[in-house]
Each structure stands twice: as C-alpha cells, then as structure tokens.
C-alpha cells in the first residue's frame, strides 16, 4: 500500500530534476545526509525529498522495523526457513551485555574463541607455532564463498597494516587456482587454514585434500601444518586437524556474515589482533548507531531507504558499487554475495510470491578503472543504474598525496557529472566552437549529451582504518537486513544455491564417463559428449 504511495509520489515528480531539489532548498546536502562517527553517508543526489522520505520511513514502522531488529540482536530465530537465530553482531559485541540463544548466554564461547584466535594469530606471527621447515612465510586460506570473500576482501583493504606472513586464498575447484598458489611455496614453511562452516563444501574439501597431498609430499607436517575454522567439528576431527587447531562458530553465524569471527582469522594472521580488534569495534559501534539512531539519522536504514526507493519503487535493476580506494577492489565481489545471497529471494517469509521485486543486480569496480570502461553505460546508456560511490577523506600514502587528490576528484566529478548531465543546447555549442554547422553540428551534438539527473549517493570516511572498515561491513550487513524486513523475506538462507549443487554432485559420474547421460536434457547430454571426445 505504502509503496504504491510511493510509485504515485515517484510519477508526480517524474519531470522534476534532481538539481531542482538543490536550488530549493540550499541547505539540501546537510538535510538529506546522515552521520555516524566520522563516517557520512550523502544522499541528496537522489529524487528523495521530504514526502519520499517520510513516505519511506513509514515503510520501516508499518514492517515492525525497530521489532526485527530487536528481535535480531536478541538472539531470537529470525531466519524462520533453518530455524536460526541471526547474531554475527554477537562476534563484535566486545564490551556489550549477554546475548542469549536458547537461555544460553553465547558471549563467553565468542570471547573464549576470539582469545584462542588472538593467541594463535600472534604465535604464528612470532614463529612459535611453525611448520617442519621453520616459521611460518605463508598462508593459505581454503575457503569459498563466506568462507573465503569477507578475508579476501579485508585482506587487500587493510594492506597497510599487513606485517604478517604471506596470505594467498584458494577458493575455485579449478585445479589452476590451488597449483598456481602452491607451486611458489615452500610446504614445509606453509600453514593451510581449511575454511568450511560445514567442512562438506565440495570445492573447499577437494581443495583441501590437495593441499594435504602436496604438503607431504613436499616434507611438510599436515598434523603441524594445518588448522581449521568450522562449525562442524566432528568433521574436521575425521580430517585429521588436531582440536587445538579448530576455531569453531556457531550455525548462528551465516557465511556471509562471518568474516567477524574465526573466519577472520587470516585476516589477524596478517594485520595482528590490535589491528583484528579495532576491525571489530568498528562493526561494532555501526551495531550500536543502528540500533539507537532515530530512522532519518540511522545511516544503515537510510542506505537502504535509499535502495528501496530506486530498486522497489523506480524499478532501476541494478546497484553499481564504485568505491574510489583500490584497496576496496574485492568489496564489490564481497557485496554480490552479501546483498545477492540475502535478498536475491521471491518468496516471502510467509511462503507466499513476493509481490515487489527482489534485491537488485550489484556490480561494480574500483574507480577510476571503471571509468574507463563501464561508466559509458552508466552515463549514456538507457537504464538508468543507481550508482553508490565510496571515498576517503585521505590516503596511506602521504608523499602521494597528489594521487589521493585526483581520485577525489574523480570521485567527486562522476556524481555530478551524472547529476547535471550536458544539454543539447551546451553540446551544440562545444560542436559550433569546433566549427561544425547544419545537420552534421546537430548529428555529432547528439552524441554529446548526457541526460543527467541520474542517482548516486557518496559515502565519505576519513581514512581506510580497520575501525573503518569495520563500520563499513556493518553498516552494508544492516542495509541488507533492513532491505529484506521491508521485503518480508528471510535474508539468511539461500536455498537458490542447492540445486545446482545437487545437479553438480549427479554429473560428477557422467564427466567421470562411468555413468551414461541418458535422462540427462539433450543439451547437457550433448556437452558431456563433447567433453568425453575431447580429452586425452
Ligand atoms: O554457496 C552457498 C554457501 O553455502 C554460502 O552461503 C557459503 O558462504 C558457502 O557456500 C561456503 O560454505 P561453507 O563455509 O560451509 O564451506
């Protein structure tokens, strides 16, 4: 209901431009922003103007917003479809009270297994838990999905603070990935952390079972060598991890949300604990603003106002993700799933179709490498797609502080290049300075113009610090939560990801050629002879 109030607000404004809003109203940036520590979320390049907005927030209050959310950081089952409690902020709760699953109080296990983490991370660090050969010159994390894009993305964000060993992560079954890494290694100085929160996934195991066999081939220790981060301990036991090496998590942390918890552990391998705990305090205080901040002030819930204004009510498919800092080059990847597997749903809690459309498309590259490819699209190209630039305030690298500031300006360029656009009349104008008249001016004009009046929001941070980063993660987490309560679907299974996996595992004997593909679609069938007749 609310949001065909919405869609009819949307159409009484469909000729109004977004630079009308900004010349109605001066103080329009600081209005239509929200704040958090130092970080700032601006929004005011969006259609979103006082009636949107309240419009909007009426949404989060007829959804129960502040109840779910509640309900979330209680502990209680939010994810209705397995029958779990939803408490990744549990694993940053550093200075916060019990939080209880079931009556049961699980901060003494978070904390007891982050010490364990602390203490295992700085001992490999120092090179007191070493491999046969020596102390440790590198790491390998095998992991897919959750299990490997939350540590691959932090690990490039915080290279600043790498002092640590080496860290490489294999996540494809494609035997290129994992012979790539480990033909520049030393098995006997390599620790293989093994990352599976169900210790079955089918890439990660084989993987892992490779790496074992080229460890001991290699005079590497396996017993020594290897460490697990699982909550399936039983099966890490039969794997042959010793259980001091074993960094569980409970089945309340989803995949994709767990790069807080053991699944960071590379991460602290690399960057150290001091560096580790300031990530967490970040995600941390993000919970805290969340939870307090009045809706237009909560700068999670007006990002996803944001994206349910231009996904739900005007339709755009897609969200670009452009963050202007290279360090954040895996942070698009790391969103797909994050955002993609959450709320990539058509069905509602309730079991019935979703009446709107699901979450969008998310995309994007670091700029300005994107500028040079796929913003043509963005600027010229005739759907509109919602853009979410990312910059910080300063670099690491003061002696290029020349660089930072022509990123900056990048940045800064491409929103309000998108915004204002150029006129036919400013086009024909460039084409008449360069002498051109009549029907060839207007023709090469044409191709000059920029429609404009397309959305981007900027989310500015002062620097890319762990605390930062932290902030980021969780603010993006609570964005996706936000989106999926005003959808009413469950964002923390992902059944769309099993069929394929089942067809994968039935294949496997037909690619093997020990099982006939009869039953098998024709094209499928087709496929599998081609293979079989091509390969030695
Ligand atoms: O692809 C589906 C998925 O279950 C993800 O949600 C998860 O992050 C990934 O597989 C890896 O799972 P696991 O950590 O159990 O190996």
Known sequence: MLLETLKSLAVSQSDRRILDLFDADPNRAQGFSASTGDLLFDYSKTQIDQDVRAALIQLCNEADLAGRREAMFTGQKINETEGRAVLHTALRNLDGGPVDVDGQDVMPDVLKTLQRMRVFAEEVRGGTIAGAGGSFTDVVNIGIGGSDLGPVMATHALAPYHDGPRLHYVSNVDGAHIADTLRQL???????????KTFTTIETMTNARTARAWMTDGGGDPARQFAAVSSALDKTQVFG??????FGFADWVGGRYSVWGPVGLP???????NAFDAFLRGGQAMDLHFRSAEWVENVPVMLALTGVWHRQVLGYASRAVLPYDQRLLRLPAYFQQLEMESNGKSVAMDGSSL????????WGEPGTNGQHAFYQLIHQGTDVVSCEFMVAAEGHEPELAH?????????LAQSEALMHGRSLDEARARMAATGLQGAELDRQARHRVFAGNRPSTTLIYPKLTPFVLGQIIALYEHRVFVEGVLLGINSFDQWGVELGKELATSLGPIVDGDESPNGKDGSTAALVAYVLTHRD
């Open 403 to 411: 660089h930072h500031r022509l990123l900056l300006a990048n940045c």
């Open 355 to 362: 009446t709107v459309p699901s979450g969008p498309v998310v």
């Open 267 to 273: 991460v602290m391998i690399a960057v150290g604990s």
């Open 186 to 196: 030393d098995p006997s100085r390599t620790l293989v952390i093994v990352a599976s």
């Open 241 to 246: 991890i010793p259980e001091e090496r074993v």
